[in-house]
């Protein structure tokens, strides 16, 4: 469905004369196949892959003689998006990449040439306690999970200027106007979605709340990827519905003084037809003798 609907996303954008320098998308394997025989360059989103890392490290941190990784966690994670968004090249993805694992027995400086030294100044641990030392379990399970063959082929496909967070966002914009566990007819489901793209191309942009000093204002907040921590975070401005007006204008100034037009137009659409039309329906009486 994923690949599918790719397709069929790139033909119209295709169809409006729109090129493409690259896309950005998790690491679906139909995807990439589709992608890589289409020629398009493909990078991947940075925030799936940290998720999938986080998950192997925290399990391996839990372990015997691997609890001293769980205070390298959080540094792990930003690592990968510092290495996403500072490298111009696959090599140098690959190189601040596996420089980490430098980095975590106190060696800052590095053997690939790409990448010669950490960029951080040099300064004295007061917590001697956190590096790690080579051959220890907990430093041979890290080395294994983050040089392992496909994380590296992935880390050189990071992508560095975009990801998919919006999109994410857009999600869970149509989530609200059209919930899953609801079932809707295939126009009042194409009606929502038109819904859910005008709420969010509003309001994408919103900036940030400010208080009546100027000063911009956050909020205290505790997300299930944090394991109870908690974090601040910016709190945008109020959205805004201009578009419910634009569409009652439309629908009052319009539609209703000539609705012919617009019923035409809604009579063009192509609607499939239910997946249980497919299947042939069994005889009620049947049904309840066989029962019976």
Known sequence: MEKEGLKRSLDLLRAHSVTFDSIVTDRHPQVQKFLREANITHYYDVWHIEKGLSKKLLKISQSKDCEKLQKWLCSIKNHIYWTAASSSSAQERVAKWTSILNHVQDIHTHEDPVFPQCLHPQRTSRDKSKWLRAGTPAFCRLEKVLTNKGILKDVQKLSPHHQTSSMEAFHSVILRFAPKNVVFSFLGMLCRLYLAALHFNENAGRPQATTAAGEPQFKVNFPKYKKGQCTAKPVKADPTFHYVE????????????????????????????????????????????SYV
């Open 246 to 289: 634009n569409l009652l204008n439309l629908m009052f100034e319009k539609v209703v003084i000539d609705p012919t037009p617009y019923v035409d137009e809604v009579l063009q659409i192509c609607i499939p037809e239910d997946f249980t039309a497919q299947f042939q329906k069994p005889d009620k009486l049947d049904v309840i003798a």
